[in-house]
Nanobody
Framework: QVQLVESGGGLVQAGGSLRLSCAASGRTFSTYAMGWFRQAPGKEREFIATINWSGGYAFYAHSVKGRFTISRDNAKKTVYLQMNSLKPEDTAVYYC???????????????WGQGTQVTVSS
C-alpha cells in the first residue's frame, strides 16, 4: 500500500507563510498525480491544488490561486505546498492525496495522508 505523510503545519499570523510537505512511500509515485485538500471544522473537504506526474501542469482552486504553489520532487517522492499571504480562513487540516489524473474531487484520489493542522491567527 501507498503511505502519505504530511508535515510542516503549525500556527502562523495572518500574512505569514508555511511550506507543507508530503512524503510518499511506494515505487510508482512519479506516475501519479498528486493533490492537496483541506477541511475546516463543520465543512466538507475542499480541493486546493493538483499537479500532474511530471510537475509540468498544475491547477488551483480560485480561493488560493496566486497565493499557494504546488510542486513535486519525484526523486524524493515528495510533493510540496508553499502557502503565502495566509488568511484566517485558510485555517484547516490539510491533506495530500495520490490519484490517477489531475482532478478536483476527492473521488479521483486513491490514497490519503493523515493530515496536518494549519492555524492562521488574526
Amino acid at each position: 500500500q501507498v503511505q502519505l505523510v504530511e508535515s510542516g503545519g503549525g500556527l502562523v499570523q495572518a500574512g505569514g507563510s508555511l511550506r507543507l510537505s508530503c512524503a510518499a512511500s511506494g515505487r510508482t509515485f512519479s506516475t501519479y498525480a498528486m493533490g492537496w485538500f483541506r477541511q475546516a471544522p463543520g465543512k466538507e473537504r475542499e480541493f486546493i491544488a493538483t499537479i500532474n506526474w511530471s510537475g509540468g501542469y498544475a491547477f488551483y482552486a480560485h480561493s488560493v490561486k496566486g497565493r499557494f504553489t504546488i510542486s513535486r520532487d519525484n526523486a524524493k517522492k515528495t510533493v510540496y505546498l508553499q502557502m503565502n499571504s495566509l488568511k484566517p480562513e485558510d485555517t484547516a487540516v490539510y491533506y495530500c492525496a495520490q490519484g490517477r489524473e489531475v482532478v478536483t474531487t476527492t473521488l479521483g484520489y486513491d490514497y490519503w495522508g493523515q493530515g496536518t493542522q494549519v492555524t492562521v491567527s488574526s
